[in-house]
Protein backbone atom coordinates (compact mmCIF):
# COMPACT_ATOMS: atom_id res chain seq x y z
CA UNK A 1 0.00 0.00 0.00
CA UNK A 2 1.05 3.69 -0.83
CA UNK A 3 2.53 5.17 2.32
CA UNK A 4 4.03 8.49 3.42
CA UNK A 5 5.44 8.26 7.36
CA UNK A 6 6.54 11.38 9.00
CA UNK A 7 8.50 11.61 11.94
CA UNK A 8 10.56 14.01 13.83
CA UNK A 9 8.42 15.59 15.48
CA UNK A 10 8.52 16.77 19.12
CA UNK A 11 8.06 19.26 22.46
CA UNK A 12 10.96 22.14 21.90
CA UNK A 13 11.91 25.39 22.95
CA UNK A 14 11.15 28.61 21.67
CA UNK A 15 14.01 30.01 19.09
CA UNK A 16 15.07 26.16 18.41
CA UNK A 17 15.06 24.04 15.32
CA UNK A 18 13.60 21.17 14.52
CA UNK A 19 14.15 18.74 11.19
CA UNK A 20 11.04 16.22 9.83
CA UNK A 21 11.70 13.86 8.10
CA UNK A 22 8.57 12.22 5.39
CA UNK A 23 9.24 8.70 4.07
CA UNK A 24 7.47 7.66 1.10
CA UNK A 25 7.08 3.87 -0.02
CA UNK A 26 5.13 1.82 -2.51
CA UNK A 27 5.32 4.51 -4.89
CA UNK A 28 7.74 6.38 -7.65
CA UNK A 29 8.54 8.97 -5.45
CA UNK A 30 10.97 10.58 -8.01
CA UNK A 31 8.29 11.22 -10.18
CA UNK A 32 5.91 13.33 -7.82
CA UNK A 33 5.73 16.75 -6.19
CA UNK A 34 6.05 16.96 -2.18
CA UNK A 35 4.55 19.31 0.00
CA UNK A 36 4.17 19.94 3.49
CA UNK A 37 1.06 21.15 5.01
CA UNK A 38 0.51 21.72 8.89
CA UNK A 39 -2.66 22.34 11.04
CA UNK A 40 -2.50 23.93 14.20
CA UNK A 41 -4.63 22.49 17.48
CA UNK A 42 -8.29 22.72 16.32
CA UNK A 43 -7.34 24.78 12.91
CA UNK A 44 -8.03 24.61 9.61
CA UNK A 45 -5.28 23.31 6.84
CA UNK A 46 -1.96 25.74 5.76
CA UNK A 47 -0.23 24.72 3.00
CA UNK A 48 3.59 25.73 3.75
CA UNK A 49 6.15 24.41 0.91
CA UNK A 50 6.64 21.94 -1.96
CA UNK A 51 9.67 21.10 -4.19
CA UNK A 52 8.86 19.56 -7.73
CA UNK A 53 10.34 16.32 -8.83
CA UNK A 54 13.09 17.81 -10.25
CA UNK A 55 13.87 19.95 -7.19
CA UNK A 56 14.80 23.15 -9.22
CA UNK A 57 10.52 24.34 -8.31
CA UNK A 58 10.95 24.97 -4.33
CA UNK A 59 7.86 27.29 -3.19
CA UNK A 60 6.90 28.47 0.04
CA UNK A 61 4.08 30.06 2.20
CA UNK A 62 4.57 33.89 2.74
CA UNK A 63 3.74 33.12 6.30
CA UNK A 64 6.90 31.05 7.10
CA UNK A 65 9.50 34.48 6.52
CA UNK A 66 12.71 32.12 5.50
CA UNK A 67 12.64 30.03 8.54
CA UNK A 68 11.87 27.24 7.24
CA UNK A 69 13.57 24.91 4.51
CA UNK A 70 12.23 22.18 2.27
CA UNK A 71 14.51 19.81 0.44
CA UNK A 72 14.12 16.12 -0.63
CA UNK A 73 16.36 13.02 -0.79
CA UNK A 74 15.67 11.03 -3.71
CA UNK A 75 17.60 8.24 -2.78
CA UNK A 76 16.17 7.61 0.54
CA UNK A 77 12.58 8.52 -1.04
CA UNK A 78 12.64 10.80 1.67
CA UNK A 79 11.28 14.62 1.83
CA UNK A 80 12.57 16.65 4.80
CA UNK A 81 11.44 20.14 6.27
CA UNK A 82 14.05 22.13 8.40
CA UNK A 83 12.49 25.20 10.76
CA UNK A 84 14.17 27.11 12.41
CA UNK A 85 13.82 29.73 15.00
CA UNK A 86 10.49 28.14 15.92
CA UNK A 87 7.89 29.99 18.11
CA UNK A 88 4.42 29.33 19.85
CA UNK A 89 2.63 29.72 16.80
CA UNK A 90 4.64 26.60 15.12
CA UNK A 91 2.98 24.32 17.13
CA UNK A 92 1.14 22.28 15.07
CA UNK A 93 0.58 18.64 13.25
CA UNK A 94 3.06 18.54 10.74
CA UNK A 95 1.54 16.77 7.24
CA UNK A 96 3.67 15.73 4.05
CA UNK A 97 1.87 14.71 1.08
CA UNK A 98 2.48 14.01 -2.81
CA UNK A 99 1.50 15.73 -5.80
CA UNK A 100 1.44 15.94 -9.81
CA UNK A 101 2.48 19.22 -11.20
CA UNK A 102 0.15 19.75 -14.72
CA UNK A 103 0.88 22.09 -17.77
CA UNK A 104 -2.01 23.73 -18.92
CA UNK A 105 -1.83 26.86 -21.52
CA UNK A 106 1.53 27.25 -19.93
CA UNK A 107 0.34 27.93 -15.95
CA UNK A 108 1.57 25.57 -13.38
CA UNK A 109 -1.17 23.13 -10.99
CA UNK A 110 0.24 21.37 -8.66
CA UNK A 111 -1.95 18.81 -7.09
CA UNK A 112 -1.88 16.90 -4.09
CA UNK A 113 -3.32 13.85 -3.44
CA UNK A 114 -2.14 10.96 -0.58
CA UNK A 115 -1.05 12.45 2.74
CA UNK A 116 0.91 10.82 5.62
CA UNK A 117 -0.49 10.38 8.86
CA UNK A 118 1.49 13.68 10.49
CA UNK A 119 4.07 14.26 13.10
CA UNK A 120 3.18 16.89 16.08
CA UNK A 121 5.55 19.68 16.93
CA UNK A 122 4.80 21.46 20.34
CA UNK A 123 6.88 24.92 20.64
CA UNK A 124 7.28 25.17 24.40
CA UNK A 125 9.60 26.49 27.20
CA UNK B 1 -3.18 34.84 -2.58
CA UNK B 2 -7.18 32.77 -3.65
CA UNK B 3 -9.54 33.01 -0.68
CA UNK B 4 -11.61 29.97 -0.42
CA UNK B 5 -14.78 30.75 1.48
CA UNK B 6 -16.49 27.32 2.77
CA UNK B 7 -19.92 27.27 3.99
CA UNK B 8 -21.65 26.11 6.57
CA UNK B 9 -18.68 25.95 9.09
CA UNK B 10 -20.71 22.95 10.93
CA UNK B 11 -24.13 21.00 10.31
CA UNK B 12 -25.60 18.12 12.03
CA UNK B 13 -27.93 15.69 9.96
CA UNK B 14 -29.35 12.49 10.53
CA UNK B 15 -28.72 9.52 8.97
CA UNK B 16 -29.93 9.18 5.30
CA UNK B 17 -30.35 13.19 4.89
CA UNK B 18 -28.64 14.47 2.11
CA UNK B 19 -25.42 17.59 2.80
CA UNK B 20 -24.36 20.05 0.87
CA UNK B 21 -21.36 21.98 1.56
CA UNK B 22 -20.63 24.93 -0.56
CA UNK B 23 -17.09 26.37 -1.34
CA UNK B 24 -16.44 30.55 -2.77
CA UNK B 25 -13.19 30.99 -4.51
CA UNK B 26 -12.29 34.79 -4.46
CA UNK B 27 -11.23 34.44 -8.27
CA UNK B 28 -11.37 31.77 -11.38
CA UNK B 29 -10.17 28.67 -10.43
CA UNK B 30 -11.51 26.79 -13.63
CA UNK B 31 -11.88 23.06 -11.84
CA UNK B 32 -8.49 23.49 -10.19
CA UNK B 33 -10.29 21.75 -6.80
CA UNK B 34 -10.46 19.12 -4.53
CA UNK B 35 -12.46 17.91 -1.42
CA UNK B 36 -10.79 16.02 1.24
CA UNK B 37 -12.34 14.75 4.39
CA UNK B 38 -10.56 14.44 8.04
CA UNK B 39 -11.88 11.95 10.58
CA UNK B 40 -10.36 13.00 14.16
CA UNK B 41 -7.12 12.26 14.96
CA UNK B 42 -6.40 11.31 11.10
CA UNK B 43 -4.79 13.03 8.09
CA UNK B 44 -7.15 14.51 5.10
CA UNK B 45 -7.92 11.84 2.78
CA UNK B 46 -9.15 13.43 -0.97
CA UNK B 47 -11.98 12.24 -2.05
CA UNK B 48 -12.77 14.23 -5.02
CA UNK B 49 -10.38 15.98 -7.52
CA UNK B 50 -11.07 18.29 -10.53
CA UNK B 51 -13.91 19.81 -9.00
CA UNK B 52 -16.23 16.38 -10.01
CA UNK B 53 -14.16 13.22 -10.31
CA UNK B 54 -14.32 10.63 -7.58
CA UNK B 55 -11.06 9.31 -6.43
CA UNK B 56 -10.73 4.95 -6.92
CA UNK B 57 -12.59 3.75 -4.22
CA UNK B 58 -15.11 6.20 -2.63
CA UNK B 59 -18.54 5.55 -2.69
CA UNK B 60 -20.86 7.19 -5.09
CA UNK B 61 -22.93 8.57 -2.65
CA UNK B 62 -20.20 11.29 -2.60
CA UNK B 63 -20.34 13.66 -5.03
CA UNK B 64 -18.67 17.33 -6.41
CA UNK B 65 -19.48 19.85 -8.80
CA UNK B 66 -19.64 23.49 -9.66
CA UNK B 67 -16.61 25.59 -11.88
CA UNK B 68 -15.10 29.03 -11.96
CA UNK B 69 -15.89 30.63 -8.38
CA UNK B 70 -18.72 28.40 -6.88
CA UNK B 71 -18.62 25.17 -6.46
CA UNK B 72 -20.78 22.18 -4.39
CA UNK B 73 -20.18 19.07 -2.51
CA UNK B 74 -22.46 16.45 -1.48
CA UNK B 75 -23.40 13.65 0.69
CA UNK B 76 -26.39 12.30 -0.44
CA UNK B 77 -27.23 9.99 2.14
CA UNK B 78 -25.19 11.01 5.36
CA UNK B 79 -23.87 7.25 6.87
CA UNK B 80 -22.46 7.13 10.62
CA UNK B 81 -18.46 7.02 9.37
CA UNK B 82 -18.43 9.95 7.14
CA UNK B 83 -18.45 12.12 10.29
CA UNK B 84 -15.63 14.28 9.69
CA UNK B 85 -14.79 17.43 8.90
CA UNK B 86 -14.53 18.42 5.02
CA UNK B 87 -12.11 20.84 2.84
CA UNK B 88 -12.30 22.37 -0.35
CA UNK B 89 -8.76 22.85 -1.43
CA UNK B 90 -7.86 25.19 -4.80
CA UNK B 91 -4.68 24.38 -6.86
CA UNK B 92 -5.09 26.66 -9.42
CA UNK B 93 -2.75 28.93 -8.08
CA UNK B 94 0.16 29.43 -5.61
CA UNK B 95 -0.12 29.69 -2.32
CA UNK B 96 -2.56 26.51 -2.08
CA UNK B 97 -5.21 27.81 -0.30
CA UNK B 98 -7.67 25.71 1.85
CA UNK B 99 -11.57 26.46 2.72
CA UNK B 100 -11.87 26.95 6.50
CA UNK B 101 -13.41 23.62 6.95
CA UNK B 102 -16.99 22.15 7.38
CA UNK B 103 -17.94 19.86 10.40
CA UNK B 104 -20.50 17.39 9.88
CA UNK B 105 -22.19 15.85 13.19
CA UNK B 106 -24.89 13.00 13.02
CA UNK B 107 -28.14 14.33 14.86
Known amino acids: QVELVASGGGVVQPGRSLRLSCSAS????????MHWVRQAPGKGLEWMAL????????YYADSLKGRFTISRDDSKNTLYLQMNSLTAEDTAVYYC??????????????????WGQGTTVIVSS | DIQMTQSPSSLAASVGDRVTITCQASQDISNYLNWFQQRPGKAPKRLIHDASNLETGVPSRFSGGGSGTRFTFTITSLQPEDIATYYCQQYDSLPLTFGGGTKVGIK
Open chain 1, 51 to 58: MSSDRNNV
Open chain 1, 97 to 114: ARGLLTLARIKEHYDMDL
Open chain 1, 26 to 33: RFTFTTYV
